[in-house]
């Protein structure tokens, strides 16, 4: 075994196929899109290649900016709504009962079960202006004069679509979360209450720290997540009111399968892929930091 696994054609063999996935899959598409977001096509006349005008019209475009402003909100809302909230429940979850933390990790994680067009089917009806459950709930309480058109609202449209997003996805950061609580050694523990450390101190001497690994991968999902919204916004908004609610991704979509303008939708594309590259590098770059400030 160790004479074929010291061959270097044999290794080459072993990860052919996989190396083959990876060109078909990965980076033969994202050459496809470098060399169209440098065209301008319709998908029906022969491409025209144009070189950067693509990127020139993305930048110049105040409906882009807005777009991508919205998505990279998003992204910022998801990390800090989802993962790090989920983190805190995770740990206050650990400290409930047995049976209370098995009907309350359920709970949460009921609405990844179900599909992102389901739930967004659902808080549809909820959102809904005239027979949606919140604006009855509110007139049942007595605070009818809170009830609004959520969804057409230009104050509320937004934060109505980041939360749905959220609230699909919170299970999958709590879940991850807890699961990597519970990875911890119990002795961890038990050593840290023999020597008189109270919660708090438990918490960030000894889950925190033993719980990052489990944190980056929380923050990177929901960063990803939230920079890519786009089913809840097709399906509650179509991008409306006007373009409020237009993520990028909603964005790329409209010039591609609305305005075919495919060229232009590659290049949105290859801009999506950049800045999820430089979100993934500062993500990693936080952790690290963290790790040296330790």
């Given at each position: 075994?160790?004479?074929?696994?010291?061959n270097?054609?044999?290794?080459?063999?072993?990860?052919?196929?996989?190396?083959?996935?990876?060109?078909?899959?990965?980076?033969?598409?994202?050459?496809?899109?470098?060399?169209?977001?440098?065209?301008?096509?319709?998908?029906?006349?022969?491409?025209?290649?144009?070189?950067?005008?693509?990127?020139?019209?993305?930048?110049?475009?105040?409906?882009?900016?807005?777009?991508?402003?919205?998505?990279?909100?998003?992204?910022l809302?998801?990390?800090?709504?989802?993962?790090?909230?989920?983190?805190?429940?995770?740990?206050?979850?650990?400290?409930?009962?047995?049976?209370?933390?098995?009907?309350?990790?359920?709970?949460?994680?009921?609405?990844l079960?179900?599909?992102?067009s389901?739930?967004?089917?659902?808080?549809?009806?909820?959102?809904?202006?005239d027979?949606?459950?919140?604006?009855?709930?509110?007139?049942?309480?007595?605070?009818?004069?809170?009830?609004n058109?959520?969804?057409?609202?230009?104050?509320?449209?937004?934060?109505?679509?980041?939360?749905?997003?959220?609230?699909?996805?919170?299970?999958m950061?709590?879940?991850?979360?807890?699961?990597?609580?519970?990875?911890?050694?119990?002795?961890?523990?038990?050593?840290?209450?023999?020597?008189?450390?109270g919660?708090w101190?438990?918490?960030?001497?000894?889950?925190?720290?033993?719980?990052?690994?489990?944190?980056?991968?929380?923050?990177?999902?929901?960063?990803?997540?939230?920079?890519?919204?786009?089913?809840q916004?097709?399906?509650?908004?179509?991008?409306?009111?006007?373009?409020?609610?237009?993520?990028?991704?909603?964005?790329?979509?409209?010039?591609?399968?609305?305005?075919?303008?495919?060229?232009?939708?590659?290049?949105?594309g290859?801009?999506?892929?950049?800045?999820?590259?430089?979100?993934?590098?500062?993500i990693?770059?936080?952790?690290?930091?963290?790790?040296?400030?330790?």
């Open positions: 075994m160790k004479k074929v696994l010291g270097k054609w044999y290794i080459f063999l072993l990860c052919a196929p996989a190396m083959l996935l990876l060109i078909a899959f990965v980076l033969y598409p994202i050459l496809n899109i470098v060399v169209m977001s440098l065209q301008k096509t319709d998908g029906l006349t022969p491409a025209k290649f144009i070189g950067f005008k693509n990127f020139v019209q993305l930048f110049t475009d105040d409906g882009f900016m807005r777009a991508n402003l919205a998505s990279l909100g998003l992204c809302l998801a990390v800090i709504c989802n993962a790090i909230l989920a983190i805190a429940v995770s740990i206050l979850l650990c400290t409930l009962g047995p049976k209370t933390q098995k009907i309350l990790r359920t709970a949460f994680i009921i609405p079960v179900l599909s992102i389901v739930i967004s089917q659902l808080w549809l009806t909820i959102y809904h202006a027979w949606g459950l919140l604006n009855t709930m509110l007139d049942k309480i007595g605070l009818g004069f809170l009830q058109e959520w969804l057409i609202n230009p104050k509320t449209a937004m934060v109505c679509i980041a939360i749905v997003g959220m609230w699909w996805m919170f299970g950061d709590l879940l991850m979360s807890y699961s990597g609580i519970k990875a911890i050694p119990e002795s961890y523990f038990e050593a840290a209450q023999l020597d008189g450390a919660f101190q438990t918490v960030r001497h000894i889950t925190l720290p033993l719980l990052k690994d489990v944190a980056k991968m929380c923050v990177t999902i929901s960063a990803i997540g939230g920079l890519f919204t786009f089913p916004v097709y399906i509650m908004t179509g991008g409306g009111p006007g373009d409020l609610t237009t993520t990028v991704m909603m964005y790329m979509y409209k010039q591609a399968f609305s305005n075919q303008r495919y060229g232009l939708a590659a290049a949105v290859l801009v999506v892929i950049l800045e999820t590259c430089v979100v993934l590098a500062v990693n770059w936080l952790f690290k930091k963290g790790r040296s400030a330790e």
